[in-house]
């Protein structure tokens, strides 16, 4: 087996399973935000966030937090990503280690690219 195997059919239906569950527990998280004041059930609350894909509108996703809503936005890429060039690093555009897409399947970058971004932005 080359180290440099491209992902297969079926290592991306796996991704896919990862990425979902985790959209729909951050969903969830947010539907039961919502049900204080509405009712929103879980499968209202993802049409929504399909809905709004590209602009989360800002009401909805008050129930999150920044990461979570910046989790949410890059799961969703990488969903998309899944019909295309899943696995490959928006930066250097090499292949991302299954290992590492294994603990986290949304991850953007490779972790060269994540470590060099992760330095530049030390601002907070
Ligand atoms: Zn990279």
Redesign the pocket.
């Known amino acids: 087996m080359p180290a440099k195997a491209k992902i297969s059919k079926k290592e991306k239906e796996e991704f896919r399973k990862l990425l979902l569950e985790k959209k729909n527990s951050i969903v969830k998280k947010l539907s039961q935000y919502y049900s204080d004041s509405k009712e929103i059930e879980t499968d209202t609350a993802l049409d929504l966030v399909d809905k709004a894909e590209t602009s989360y509108t800002k009401e909805f996703l008050l129930g999150l937090t920044d990461s979570e809503r910046e989790q949410l936005a890059l799961i969703d890429q990488a969903l998309d990503r899944l019909q295309s060039e899943f696995g490959l690093?928006l930066?250097?555009h090499?292949e991302i280690s299954k290992k590492r897409l294994k603990i986290i399947p949304w991850a953007p970058?490779?972790i060269?690219?994540q470590e060099k971004k992760e330095g530049e932005s030390k601002v907070q």
């Open positions: 690093c930066i250097c090499k970058y490779c060269e690219c």
